[in-house]
């Protein structure tokens, strides 16, 4: 765990998240065709529903890219019916065919509008989520059925192991659909509502959905800590992004959620920290376009209490957080800033608007959308009959809202007066690795403040105190500043505070944990010599697995030195005319005496360390520069499968080795890479002279060139042991090619002092 989190911590923290090109590109209404040999499609989608099965399509042409054998079928729950002309869909792009995906996605999820006169909903909602923590980009989508407009849909990315990857920055924990297996509704008793039942993990079967090989007993143990040690919970849960969760839940009135009767709709992912983490999905109902209300009793949309079920019996998750004072301040914290930066600002109209008129001729062309146009463009402030809170009406966005602000002013929770922090600083805006230094904050009307920080990004933020007492960088005792001493120990500090009082809270700032304040540490640029190329494997088939599953090759870079080194600003090439081919993420890092691995998969889409090339089995030549001047040079000929070239020992010459793979390399410095005619040569590294040895009787071609080429040994050789002199031989690397009577060749790089 800690060197994989120590690899994201420098491949991700100052790069944004792969962007999804423009497949959802809020500004693109994108075109989808889906086409069937059969003309009875529409059919088999439905009997094929009952068994939640795929049809396959013959072809399905995205923007023009043509796929073929791809699967489709029907999806939803209620959006869902036999007699609808536009049901929800289900894309997959590697159904058949594994490598097929557009712009790296597989899984394309269409959404029919189904409830929603505004038909912006699910989009709007994302593009406010996303504000505060991780969640699905989402779009359009104009669908054709075998050249027939079937209309314009919704079109959320799909919450899988690559969308993990790329949030998460891991794909190989346990991972939970949050959603009744049977489907939800008011005859189905199982919910994902995180309560109790048994110890027995199979009593949870029906409520979750396993997407990952293993994970029950994980779920079990936090469902256990949530519910019987609640003291407990932060290791077990990320309860700042369940706080988020709960808040937008709360302010959308978004009730066909965990906030909601059914306890559905979210996903559990467990992360790098081994806590679960909550993503919300499926927000087509959003807007208090849902008919199932909140588990609670009757309610009233424009009036839901921020603090609604915080006695439920079937909301545990809400019911402990709401207990406990201090989540309960930092929850209703999270609630004042979105109502604050997105409904009472007016925010969310001009998102509302431009969504509209990007699809504003779509609906209007739509043959087969459930409401008129006229209701659609009336919808933001007039409510259409059918759907919403008891049956009654989905009401128009802005008018809702218009009254949710209203109400929220009034509100007791909500008007409660928080502390304000009016400055933050680090006594040393750019600590040295490893240096202590002071975190300050400036507050007002506050009681406690807390420091919230982290030193790699994958990481979790540490919650520490902070003092207002002149021993700690904070000035004078009683002076309403507040400080903590830190440690620059990662090559990042990412940080927040937290201040409260008796009745409320605020975060610094208030987007966070999602946002934070970032120093970057002094980290020196390498000398020459000081990271050099230490391991690379070209033929890799199952030494080593990326994070995103796949047997690329990989290159392993070593710091030689007692001192964090910076590559930004580095390149690694296969071609020597070309030496900037690719370039390290910004703030690359390697700690002391340390290892980087680097993909080399010609895959730069997919995230940290990947390049755009890769290896050749068959042999090449690796650079490794500042773009004109060289920090290393490798040289390597034909790989087996799972042997790398090594240095051995590390930072010391080449040979053919047993891979130890972002690791020590222990391997005996000069064994060949083909059994059948294994050699070694000692000393290692040698001076007036080195034992040539290999392990069977023959007739030997030796050679020994310099690194320019330049011959200087030719020899045939009977002997199973030689003496090679080399006094006369100037220091540096050569390389020593044998070659025996059928023809077999072996390499390698020798050192001389």
Not at 94 to 122: A, H
Not at 327 to 356: D, P, W
Not at 672 to 679: D, G, H, Q, T, V
Request: charged share 15%.
């Amino acid at each position: 765990m800690k060197s994989t989190l120590f690899f994201l911590c420098f491949t991700l923290s100052f790069s944004s998240f792969v962007s999804a090109q423009n497949f959802y590109d809020k500004a693109v209404v994108q075109q989808i065709e889906i086409f069937f040999g059969f003309t009875n499609w529409d059919a088999q989608l439905d009997a094929a529903n009952l068994t939640d099965v795929y049809i396959v399509a013959d072809s399905v042409r995205i923007n023009g890219v043509v796929f073929d054998s791809v699967g489709v079928k029907y999806k939803g729950n209620s959006s869902y019916s036999p007699n609808n002309n536009k049901n929800p869909l289900h894309l997959k792009l590697d159904y058949i065919k594994g490598s097929q995906d557009y712009q790296t996605f597989t899984d394309i999820k269409l959404q029919n509008g189904y409830q929603d006169p505004s038909m912006i909903r699910e989009v709007l909602s994302y593009a406010i989520l996303e504000q505060y923590m991780d969640c699905p980009e989402a779009n359009f989508a104009n669908v054709y059925i075998n050249g027939t407009l079937r209309g314009v849909y919704s079109n959320a990315e799909t919450i899988d192991d690559n969308f993990n990857a790329a949030h998460y920055y891991d794909n190989s924990g346990s991972f939970f659909k949050c959603n009744p297996v049977g489907g939800a509704g008011p005859g189905n008793n199982s919910s994902p509502d995180l309560r109790y039942i048994s110890a027995d993990t199979t009593a949870y079967y029906s409520g979750y959905e396993l997407k990952s090989i293993n994970g029950w007993t994980d779920l079990m143990g936090m469902i256990t800590t949530l519910n019987n040690d609640f003291a407990n919970i932060e290791t077990k849960l990320d309860i700042d992004r369940a706080i988020w969760m709960l808040a937008f839940n709360s302010v959308l009135v978004n009730l066909d959620s965990y906030s909601g009767a059914f306890r559905q709709n979210y996903y559990l992912y467990r992360d790098l920290n081994d806590r679960f983490i909550t993503t919300v999905w499926d927000l087509n109902m959003s807007f208090a376009g849902f008919p199932g209300g909140t588990g609670s009793g009757a309610y009233t949309a424009t009036t839901l209490d921020p603090l609604s079920n915080s006695t439920s019996t079937i909301h545990p998750l809400i019911v402990k957080i709401m207990a406990n004072p201090m989540f309960k301040r930092m929850y209703m914290a999270h609630v004042r800033t979105i109502v604050q930066e997105i409904f009472a600002s007016g925010a969310y109209l001009t998102t509302a608007n431009t969504l509209r008129s990007t699809i504003d001729s779509y609906v209007q062309a739509d043959p087969f959308k459930f409401y008129t146009y006229t209701q659609y463009q009336n919808s933001l402030t007039t409510a259409v009959a059918g759907g919403g809170p008891a049956g009654s009406s989905t009401p128009g966005i802005q008018a809702l809202m218009t009254s949710r602000v209203a109400f929220f002013n009034t509100n007791a929770n909500y008007i409660l007066v928080a502390p304000a922090i009016s400055s933050y600083a680090a006594s040393n805006p750019t600590p040295t690795l490893n240096q202590n230094f002071f975190i300050t904050a400036s507050c007002s009307n506050e009681s406690l403040v807390f420091l919230g920080y982290r030193t790699c990004h994958p990481l979790k933020f540490n919650r520490v105190q902070m003092f207002d007492d002149g021993a700690h960088g904070d000035g004078s005792a009683g002076d309403h500043v507040y400080g903590v001493q830190v440690t620059a120990d990662g090559v990042i500090f990412e940080y927040y505070i937290y201040a409260e009082n008796s009745v409320a809270g605020l975060f610094s700032p208030q987007r966070a944990e999602h946002e934070f304040h970032t120093l970057v540490m002094n980290i020196p640029f390498p000398q020459v010599g000081e990271v050099v190329v230490n391991e690379l494997m070209a033929n890799n088939v199952q030494t080593a697995v990326d994070n995103y599953g796949e047997n690329d090759d990989w290159i392993e870079l070593y710091n030689t030195t007692s001192h964090a080194v910076d590559l930004t600003g580095l390149y690694l090439s296969d071609d020597i005319a070309l030496y900037t081919k690719w370039a390290f993420p910004v703030n690359s890092v390697i700690l002391p005496n340390s290892y980087l691995i680097v993909w080399a998969d010609n895959d730069p889409s997919q995230i940290s360390l990947h390049t755009n090339f890769k290896l050749s089995s068959n042999g090449e030549s690796l650079f490794f520069s500042n773009g004109v001047n060289l920090y290393d040079q490798v040289s390597f000929s034909l790989q087996s499968a799972d042997i790398s070239y090594a240095r051995c020992p590390d930072a010391g010459i080449f040979a053919f080795a047993a891979p130890t793979f972002n690791a020590t390399n222990n391997c005996f410095a000069g064994i060949s890479e083909k059994s059948s005619m294994e050699l070694s040569i000692f000393p290692v590294p040698f001076q007036e002279s080195f034992t040539l040895k290999v392990t069977h009787e023959d007739t030997y071609e030796l050679m020994v060139t310099d690194m320019q080429g330049r011959k200087i040994l030719s020899t045939v050789l009977n002997a199973l042991d030689v003496q090679i002199n080399s006094e006369q031989w100037k220091a540096g690397i050569y390389l020593l090619s044998i070659k025996n009577s059928k023809g077999e060749t072996q390499t390698m790089n020798i050192l001389k002092y």
